[in-house]
């Protein structure tokens, strides 16, 4: 089998376990894309992305360019001479750079596209209470996530799966087929099929702090669902009163009954066993949760740190 020269561009733990099954495989890699290092906390200590680790660990050329039509970063790529170029979880990339080798620049996508186009495919599929998704790999075009299938493998939604339980289950299943894909072009085996048209594909933007709030007045099913979704990042929240404070409640896990209660959506009951929330068509009852200024716990460990829970109502 004919072993291809790629130049792999990606950034998070995501993207680097396919960098690493590319390393392992026959196939060579001649160079790293990742963002530039960044100072993050209250030490502004330097963060260097996953990919980026692994890379200069294993002695692979790393580029960080601010911007893609960097004249001086263009020409560099290019003298890579690489056959094929490998993303996964990366900014978008313009044409003179994704257009510049032999084969052409393929994308590894966490959903089974058409569906769940956009930055957040894991947690929508999960919002949305999917009973399955899967990865496809595809050739980048001018659109996002529109270009040309090559190839796609399916995987089934756990109940009561989490987005971080599935996207570490996608993370290995994607870097095996990311292997797979430049396995079949190296033979010429892939056949290239344009995206199937649907008139309204499932859409997966990006995820703002505004989006993670949770709708009290939604389905019990349905809270449930967007709770799993948003956990463990970015988290889904409410926002409690505790007596003349305001605190948001990050919520990562809980169970839910049906239930006919009569009660407003979004009021609460409290007390040191239990810890109910009523949605539109039933009872929520959170069982890991943060309060803002707190570390994560389970429901009895928060409970056990209030006395007085008539002070507790939504806000």
Do not use: C
């Not at 360019?65 to 313009?94: C, G, W, Y």
């Not at 993670?212 to 956990?231: C, N, P, Y």
């Not at 943060?290 to 740190?305: A, P, S, T, Y």
Request: aromatic share 10%; glycine share 6%.
């Amino acid at each position: 089998m004919k072993s291809l020269k790629v130049v792999f561009f990606g950034t998070p733990e995501f993207a680097k376990t396919s960098l690493e099954a590319i390393h392992h495989s026959h196939h060579e890699v001649a160079g790293v894309v990742t963002v530039a290092d960044k100072a993050s906390g209250r030490g502004q200590k330097i963060n260097q992305s996953p990919v980026k680790v692994f890379a200069v660990e294993n002695s692979i050329p790393v580029f960080q360019p601010e911007k893609l039509r960097n004249p001086e970063f263009l020409a560099q790529i290019k003298n890579l001479d690489a056959d094929i170029f490998v993303v996964v979880a990366f900014r978008m990339m313009p044409k003179i750079l994704f257009e510049m080798p032999k084969i052409g620049t393929f994308n590894l996508h966490a959903s089974l596209l058409p569906d769940y186009r956009g930055a957040a495919p894991i947690n929508y599929a999960v919002i949305n209470g999917e009973e399955k998704t899967g990865a496809t790999t595809f050739f980048i075009n001018e659109k996002i996530d529109e270009g040309n299938i090559l190839l796609q493998e399916e995987i089934e939604i756990l109940p009561d799966e989490n987005a971080g339980s599935l996207h570490d289950r996608l993370m290995e299943m994607g870097a095996k087929l990311v292997v797979k894909t430049l396995d079949g072009l190296s033979e010429n085996a892939i056949k290239e099929k344009p995206q199937p048209h649907v008139e309204h594909p499932k859409n997966a933007f990006k995820i703002f702090k505004e989006n993670t709030k949770i709708d009290w007045a939604k389905t019990s099913r349905e809270v449930h669902q967007f709770v799993l979704g948003m956990s463990p990042y970015p988290t889904a929240f409410t926002t409690l009163k505790i007596g003349e404070e305001e605190k948001g409640l990050k919520i990562y896990h809980g169970k839910f009954e049906i239930s006919n209660h009569g009660k407003t959506p979004g009021s609460l009951e409290i007390s040191k066993n239990e810890f109910k929330i009523f949605s539109g068509d039933g009872i929520y009852f959170p069982s890991e949760l943060q309060l803002e200024g707190k570390k994560r716990m389970n429901i009895k460990d928060f409970l056990n740190g209030f006395r007085n829970f008539e002070e507790i109502k939504m806000a």
